[in-house]
């Protein structure tokens, strides 16, 4: 299985990737903002991307929207700061399969990644 | 307004180290900055507001205290640049988060780090700047809150 991680915090890049270190996934790649993590999604073909929202260059939310419009099948978790439900709900209906507020554990991480797969 | 918002910051602080850091932080009282007044201690960032409001977030802590706080996010060895990445990061998530109350038209830009420069309040015009002090394991560090409602806020 592989994920795409995309955040422009290389703090936050690391920690989920530590978060996923448990052997759930053979391939991890990164990508700083959303105009990247479009161009990886295409070569990389992740099984599972987490998405921070508020990027330079193009922000998570168009990224998602992008994605999703080449393949409708992907599986995108939104992991943002940004507390207020209206993004939320802005995320689920361009198409993301789930959201994670930041701060993150990495139980709270695992939790959502158990839950996008299971669904 | 200036209360209310100044309640929102506290308990975003408080969250991202009750979170992070299985909570210890002591929120001082805030207090109004004067202009030109010397508030960087060491590491700082800072968050551009648009929408509905005007204005800016900074976050800023020594480096001891970003030391202190770097194996809390999976970080075992100190670094001067992961300290600017976390000061950057902790910006981002108390002004993201305060979005729960100040709602979406709270728009936030990616962090700008000032890294050993200088951190200096600038009052804005008809803009206060709020300084709340936070105290995590004896570390010091501050918010700082200058944001005013746009004139194109209802």
């Known amino acids: ?119 | 307004m200036e209360e209310d918002i100044l309640k929102i910051f506290a308990q975003s602080v408080t969250r991202y180290f009750d979170t992070i850091a299985d909570g210890g932080a002591a929120l001082g009282t805030p207090y109004l900055g004067s202009d030109n007044e010397a508030a960087g201690l060491g590491f700082s960032a800072v968050i551009g507001i648009t929408g509905l409001y005007r204005g800016n977030i900074y976050y800023t802590a020594p480096r001891e205290k970003l030391n202190a706080l770097l194996p809390h996010v999976g970080e075992s060895v100190p670094d001067d640049r992961l300290c600017a990445e976390l000061v950057g990061e902790i910006a981002n998530t108390i002004s993201g988060n305060a979005r729960e109350h100040l709602g979406g038209g709270f728009m936030i830009s990616t962090p700008f780090i000032l890294e050993g420069r200088d951190l200096a309040v600038h009052t804005a015009k008809n803009a206060a700047c709020y300084i709340l002090p936070v105290s995590w394991r004896q570390h010091p560090s501050r918010v700082l809150i200058s944001i005013q409602k746009s004139p194109d806020a209802p």
Do not use: H, W, Y
């Open chain 1, 1 to 119: 299985m592989k994920l795409l991680i995309v955040d422009d915090s290389l703090i936050m890049r690391r920690a989920i990737e530590r978060c996923v270190s448990n052997g759930r996934f053979d391939e991890v790649r990164i990508a700083s903002n959303g105009r990247l993590a479009v161009e990886e999604f295409t070569r990389f073909k992740p099984d599972v991307v987490t998405m921070d929202i508020t990027m330079p260059e193009m922000d998570g939310l168009t990224a998602v929207e992008l994605i999703l419009r080449s393949n409708p099948r992907a599986t995108i978790l939104v992991v943002s700061a940004l507390a207020d439900k209206a993004t939320a709900v802005e995320a689920i209906k361009r198409g993301a399969s789930g959201f994670l507020l930041k701060p993150i554990t990495i139980e709270s991480i695992q939790e959502a990644l158990d839950d996008i797969l299971a669904n």
